[in-house]
């Protein structure tokens, strides 16, 4: 039984949970973000997220791993209207980890926030720890009308009802990286070389995508940035989700 | 006072009377158990099999709030099996006799409410075909349940206290099974033989008894305690504005000792109606249990105020905006009923003559527990449609599906409890012959 | 288990066979189809199992011309992407162009050539033979009769070797009715720039260097002219060049999505943006700004204009007009730019040029970060312009309903959709004997038709484009197959040259291909011995290759200003900059702000559910159509949202929910181009209202375009509710830390 004990140690040494082989972190630069939705659409194609429909969207039941928030600002005539794309934070401190009884969900090496959905029995108590609200739950088993299925991407699963599911940071299109890297017989991912679907057709070039542990990585820099903040920092989830102050003051 | 011409039973009268709800079933229980049986099938299982089917979208709940009428039921009936098994065992403890005619119908209550509220545990997930995956079973893949989650420990806690409860009071039951036993004939008398584990009344027999009894009450009391302090870390552990507040743990546990002595108060009006047990379930019991009903009322008022206090004290757009959808949201009138029914309605019975009267404690009990139920439906709707991010907010409202398995569960707790009733006798027929005065000879 | 007998045995196996059976028993009822993973015994040689093969084609989704690469697994499109190398997206893309891919597997596309039974009857289905042998013998006929003007063709805004087969083939055939109508086409910014530049092309507007934005209802991060490639611009405009961040201004009655991202959003009254430019002008020829030789000229046309005379029509202070005026100078390369409502009122052109004439007198024109002319794009050699103006339209009603039209062909548009009820366009087209349409989908006008030509979608088709407007740099991208088609469709290009064939005489010889490969290929082969051959390639095959590869060919130079300054001379003094209106103001309180949707575009992408579902960035709202309202508007009216509001026009009255929208002035109420559709498949069927089809049919003289900005309406409230389904909750931060560092936000 002495792995075990070796095994408690190793968790409980100070930092295990903080540090990762990778630590892919995306950065969101506001001042470039439109809020135009073109990484909502990568998002459902590159992860097969179901086309609900009217009824669903009603009910609040809606997939998109990645949404737009909006907020207003002042009043008619001085008004604002900022956008905030809001995914799963990825966070290092999650408070959606603990909760859940069968332990579906769990911090992988690479400091991604991950989602077994085989493991997943729909307690939904993740979705409801979130403060991002970024948990989408599949209250029914949605099919797609033929042939749109055809669509499908064949390196992401479809999920079933009753299962909790979120943003992955596109782990297929890591571990598609990797396995390269792997083949060049490098023994790390470059920058660059991933790129998640939302962060690929971002128009205004708004998102980053790295490895945080590069120092030399774009994100990297963006996060080093003045205006780099956390949504919700206060609550101390540490998101690898970097933002970037939209800059208001103008001469 | 009606126990000017109050007649004690002897001990023969005991014997018969309470044997009598075993052994003579008329047609009146024949309807009800039937009625309740099928309102169970039809409103429980029926939906449920439906939710199976399509999936648990057919409740009401969202994307902000994800949890529902399921789990603010599940938090009900765990709460109202609270005092049953507690109650018992403390009133056991400090030797408080009157405990003695109510406790047996107390902790079956505590038994169905537990049985009740796992079934809505099995509502709730959205996969209960591996529900399985949350108890410790050895697997080839080495997968174990994650102790971190609160529900896990939960998971823990609810099969605990359900093993020991349903120890403490089939262990409460032997004598009086036997009593069963010796009263009847055929395949009764067998099947009581065995229930009896043969029982002859020792000396041995009744000291091994007391022994383990005293042993399983205390071992009962922090248990209890800490179940609801557990339910409530489902909760409190989170960091919901409106959920995520260091006073649940009392909170819940006081709350559910409260719906728990209500619920207690309207099973004795009933039991003593429909099953002629004025003779021991007296005046004086309703006069002790409305007292501590008082108590847990202002402790339940206390802890509110606690709440509301501590939210607006606390100055952040999270706690103030959940408060303000709380107490004047579309949910307000809600809140206030609770207010009204579990925070002012049971002054009334600082009265005495309110305190003693079977009908006005039958209402004012389950008023009770409309706001207590109405409590936790509250905790739920009114707190994740109002998390972090206002674009998020969201609303919640339960579905026809959900209403029905609300109603229905109703029918499951009565069912189990009718069954209850013939196979058990509801008061402790030998308890009840402690607390009478000597054999008198003459009669 | 060693010691097992066989009782032990035997009761196991029956336990065994007792559990198995029953899994067997439920298996087989929950069983679904068995599917092969591959449908193929012997793969094509085109992809290998398990690999995904990405092909470079060009999108079709609207006018731009971005470059897309299609990712394909096991002869399946998965994924769209931008294409890296091409100069308009540069690897980025759209929703629109993303959603593609449900385009392509929409269940609602036509699978086979239908002809209709009788008039008014049903369809039934035919084989493309006798489907093209009718139409063959048809057009063979009105030929040799020497009616081939009595047919007409009517198409989208086809480019490149399409639109030149089109017009070869009406041409032998003897017509010259060949048109194209696309609803969101900026006739007036091309009269504009015509008058102004003596351009027949657009300019290129050089957002990403410029310092100071001033733009005139014109949505270029949404929906105008290239929105992908100027949110690129856009990007780099604010965050992309160090300290240096470009200003953006915007200027329109209802706040688009580039208004939600300028620094200032400013709501003049609607259709007095050119006196507002008039004014800014004028501040720059009185501040001393403009040092040109015409000067004289130019304060004499923009004397009348000071910021004291229009702020009241305009409904912005006059400090305010002399501070944007002081910025737009100060902030050079500065650009003006105008474009969706503000250039389709009834003064469209005149807007233009006053806003142009801004660029022109800060000195923006033909450098870096202003209005840069495009070079003629010399790969593909477009006919020329033949986009219909609203005039022409009504030109072709007129022939269709007095009988000069025999046959109609309609390609890939939807006229009916797209033109107002007033234009009584549906009722014309229903007169023409014969009437055909080449379409993918069951649109509004392919219902009204006698025979429906299924066409493949443009990732099953062989084509090339010309982006417009150009990058500054001669440019074009290839269009080819990423899978082959689905159903029994064809592409537009190989039923024309079929027709060829069919009909016969002259045509064959002057299209002698079979099919669009071939044609496309010999056109390109002509460009390539003309202008490529002394390149690096040794054959035309070799140089083939490699424009499929990368899907866009062109010059490999960057943008070089050409610094003459084109314009003429002053073209202000005649203009009619008041805007007029439908409906006089006392009946018709509100100005209805039609615009086109950034996500269905002008309704061409109602059908598409992922557009569908995707919440418009305004207002979050999916699925539906709405009506936007001031809130001190709804206020007064007792309107709540999802209130179902009459808004009657003096052409008609269409009924939507309101939705409380903040950034809209009081006096206008906004609706979205794009639902209302009463085909076109079940995800746009009979949803939302088409704010089209109540406007008054009154143009633009200069341009003779719709002026779909100039419509009056009344509202009144129904009584109904309709709950509009939106995704967001409460649209204000409440004082949370969402968009600042902890401990700033109060």
Request: with cysteine; aromatic share 12%.
């Amino acid at each position: 039984m002495a792995k075990i004990t070796d095994k408690i140690k190793e968790y409980t040494r100070p930092g295990y949970y903080e540090k990762f082989d990778y630590h892919w972190t995306m950065s969101i630069d506001l001042d470039r973000c439109t809020g135009c939705g073109a990484c909502v659409v990568a998002c459902q194609a590159e992860n097969n997220l179901p086309i609900v429909g009217e009824k669903r969207f009603k009910e609040r039941r809606e997939m998109k791993w990645l949404r737009i928030e909006r907020y207003w600002e002042g009043e008619y005539p001085n008004l604002k209207l900022k956008f905030l794309p809001m995914l799963c934070q990825q966070c290092d401190q999650a408070p959606c980890e603990t909760p859940c009884p069968v332990a579906a969900t769990y911090h992988n090496q690479d400091g991604l926030n991950t989602q077994i959905y085989n493991r997943c029995i729909g307690t939904r108590t993740c979705a409801v720890y979130c403060p991002y609200e970024v948990r989408y739950f599949n209250w029914f088993t949605y099919t797609w009308d033929e042939p749109l299925e055809q669509q499908l991407n064949p390196d992401v699963t479809v999920r079933e009802k009753g299962v909790m599911e979120k943003c992955t940071f596109c782990v297929q299109r890591i571990r598609m990286a990797k396995d390269k890297a792997k083949d060049d017989n490098r023994r790390r991912v470059k920058d660059g070389e991933v790129t998640p679907a939302c962060v690929q057709s971002c128009a205004s070039e708004a998102m980053q995508f790295g490895d945080l542990n590069d120092p030399n990585s774009k994100v990297s820099k963006m996060t080093k940035n003045k205006r780099a903040y956390h949504v919700l920092e206060e609550l101390n989830t540490k998101p690898s989700v970097v933002y970037l102050q939209k800059v208001e003051k103008h001469d | 006072m009606t126990d000017t011409n109050y007649q004690e039973p002897g001990y023969a009268d005991v014997n018969r009377d309470i044997l009598q709800t075993l052994l003579v079933t008329g047609p009146k229980y024949w309807i009800t158990f039937g009625i309740s049986a099928s309102v169970a099938l039809i409103c429980f299982f029926g939906p449920w099999a439906y939710q199976l089917y399509v999936g648990v979208g057919a409740a009401g709940m969202n994307r902000s709030a994800m949890w529902g009428t399921y789990l603010s039921n599940f938090i009900f009936w765990i709460g109202l099996s609270h005092s049953g098994t507690l109650l018992s065992a403390v009133l056991h403890i400090t030797h408080s006799g009157w405990r003695k005619a109510i406790y047996r119908s107390a902790e079956a209550m505590t038994l169905f409410s537990l049985m009740t509220a796992a079934c809505f545990v099995m509502v709730h997930v959205g996969r209960l075909w591996f529900v399985h995956w949350t108890a410790p079973i050895p697997n080839p893949m080495e997968l174990w349940p994650n102790f971190r989650s609160p529900l896990m420990f939960d998971v823990m806690a609810v099969t605990t206290y359900l093993t020991a409860s349903s120890i403490f009071i089939y262990m409460g039951s032997v004598p009086d099974y036997a009593a069963v036993r010796d009263a009847s004939t055929g395949l009764r008398r067998r099947l009581y033989t065995i229930f009896s584990f043969g029982w002859r009344g020792t000396a041995k027999e009744w000291h091994t008894l007391s022994w383990a009894y005293m042993f399983f009450a205390v071992f009962v009391i922090p248990l209890a305690v800490s179940v609801h302090s557990i339910v409530s870390w489902d909760f409190a552990l989170s960091i919901v504005p409106g959920l995520h507040q260091t006073i649940f743990a009392p909170y819940f546990v006081c709350g559910a000792i409260y719906s728990g002595t209500a619920g207690i108060v309207s099973v004795m009006f009933l039991l003593r109606k429909y099953m002629q047990l004025e003779r021991y379930i007296r005046e004086i019991h309703l006069d002790n249990l409305g007292k501590l009903l008082i108590v847990l009322s202002l402790i339940w008022t206390y802890i509110n105020i606690v709440e509301v206090f501590t939210g607006w004290y606390s100055g952040t757009s999270f706690e103030y905006e959940f408060l303000k959808f709380r107490l004047f949201g579309f949910y307000a009138p809600l809140y206030w009923e609770m207010i009204l029914f579990c925070a002012v309605v049971p002054l009334f019975m600082l009265h005495k003559k309110i305190r003693t009267s079977w009908k006005w404690m039958f209402i004012i009990s389950i008023l009770i527990n409309i706001g207590m139920f109405t409590e936790r439906f509250i905790i739920v709707a009114t707190s994740l449609p109002r998390k972090f991010l206002p674009d998020a907010f969201g609303f919640y409202f339960p579905s026809f599906v959900e209403i029905m398995i609300s109603i229905g569960s109703f029918a499951i707790f009565t069912t189990l409890f009718l069954i209850f009733i013939k196979w058990t006798p509801c008061v402790s027929i030998y308890e009840v012959k402690e607390t009478l005065k000597p054999l008198r000879r003459d009669a | 288990m060693t010691n097992i007998n066989r009782r032990d045995f035997l009761k196991l196996i029956g336990a065994g066979s007792v559990g198995t059976g029953a899994g067997v028993l439920y298996g087989e009822v929950t069983k679904q189809t068995v599917e092969l993973l591959i449908p193929q015994v012997i793969p094509p040689e085109d992809y290998s199992p398990g690999i995904a093969t990405w092909y470079n084609t060009t999108c079709g989704q609207c006018s731009a011309g971005c470059g897309i690469s299609v990712r394909t697994r096991e002869g399946r499109a998965k994924k769209i992407e931008g294409n890296p190398v091409h100069p308009v997206n540069q690897g980025r893309l759209c929703s629109m162009g993303q959603a593609g891919l449900n385009a392509l597997y929409n269940p609602d596309r036509i699978r086979r050539p239908l002809k209709r039974n009788a008039p008014g009857g049903s369809f039934t289905p035919i084989s493309w033979d006798e489907a093209l042998t009718t139409l063959g013998r048809r057009l063979g006929n009105l030929k040799i009769q020497g009616k081939g003007n009595q047919v007409t063709l009517l198409s989208d805004g086809v480019r490149g070797h399409l639109d030149k087969l089109f017009a070869t083939f009406m041409q032998e055939l003897g017509s010259d009715n060949y048109l194209q109508y696309d609803f969101a086409f900026p006739n007036a910014l091309y009269k504009a720039n015509k008058i102004l530049f003596d351009i027949d092309t657009l300019p290129y507007y050089d957002i990403k260097n410029t310092n100071y934005v001033l733009s005139f209802g014109a949505d270029y991060l949404g929906t105008w002219l290239s929105p992908v490639h100027y949110s690129l611009a856009y990007g780099h405009l604010r965050q992309g060049r160090g300290k240096r961040r470009g200003k953006c201004v915007q200027i329109e009655p209802r706040m688009s999505l580039t208004g939600a991202n300028a620094d200032e959003w400013i709501p003049a009254k609607p259709g007095t943006e050119g006196l507002l430019a008039m004014a800014i002008a004028n501040v720059i020829i009185s501040d001393d700004h403009y040092r040109g030789s015409d000067i004289d000229d130019w304060a004499s046309a923009v004397g009348s204009y000071s910021p004291s005379a229009v702020s009241g029509q305009t409904d912005i202070t006059e400090s305010e007009i002399k501070r944007i005026a002081n910025d737009f100078i100060r902030h050079r390369p500065a650009l003006a730019i105008a474009g969706d409502n503000i250039a389709s009122g009834t003064n469209a052109v005149s807007n233009i040029l006053a806003i142009n004439a801004l660029n022109y007198l800060a000195g923006n024109l033909n450098k870096e970060g202003g209005v840069i002319f495009n070079k003629k794009p010399s790969l593909v050699q477009s006919t020329q312009q033949r986009h219909a103006s609203y005039i022409d339209m009504m030109g072709l009603r007129d022939a269709m309903s007095t009988g000069q039209v025999d046959t109609l062909i309609v390609h890939n548009t939807n006229p009916v959709f797209n033109l107002p009820n007033s234009s009584r366009f549906k009722e014309a087209l229903t007169k023409v004997p014969y009437k055909v349409s080449l379409s993918s989908f069951m649109d509004e006008t392919t219902d009204l038709v006698d025979l429906v030509l299924p066409l493949n979608t443009y990732l099953e088709s062989w084509g090339d484009d010309i982006p417009e407007p150009g990058v500054g740099f001669t440019t074009a991208t290839v269009l080819q197959p990423v899978v082959t088609p689905i159903y029994d469709t064809r592409s537009s290009g190989d039923i024309i040259l079929t027709l060829a064939h069919q009909i016969g005489g002259e045509l064959p010889v002057a299209l002698p291909w079979t099919n669009m490969e071939d044609y496309l290929k010999a056109g390109w082969k002509e460009i390539y011995s003309g202008q490529i051959a002394n390149s690096a390639f040794n054959s035309f095959d070799q140089f083939w290759r490699k424009a499929l590869e990368s899907g866009v060919w062109g010059e490999n130079k960057t943008c070089v200003p050409d610094r003459k300054n084109k314009t003429k001379q002053v073209q202000l003094n005649n203009i009619t900059i008041a805007p007029e209106f439908s409906g006089d103001e006392k009946d018709f309180p509100f100005t209805l702000l039609p615009y086109i949707s950034q996500t269905f575009f002008d309704g061409k992408g109602a059908n598409l559910p992922w557009l569908q579902e995707l919440p418009d960035p305004m207002t979050s709202i999916v699925y539906n159509s709405w009506i936007e309202l001031n809130p001190a508007t709804a206020k007064k009216l007792g309107i709540k949202e999802g209130d179902l509001i009459n808004v009657q026009s003096k052409e008609g009255s269409l009924q939507a929910p309101a939705f409380i929208f903040p950034a809209i002035r009081p006096d206008v109420i906004a609706i979205p181009i794009g639902q209302g559709h009463t085909q076109y498949g079940r995800y746009a069927k009979n949803r939302g209202v088409n704010p089209i089809n109540i406007l008054e049919s009154i143009v633009d003289d200069a341009s003779n375009a719709l002026a779909w900005s100039s419509t009056r309406v009344k509202i009144s409230k129904t009584g109904k509710h309709i709950d509009l389904v939106k995704t967001s909750g409460v649209t204000r931060t409440l004082g949370r830390q969402i968009f600042d560092k902890p401990g700033k936000h109060s």
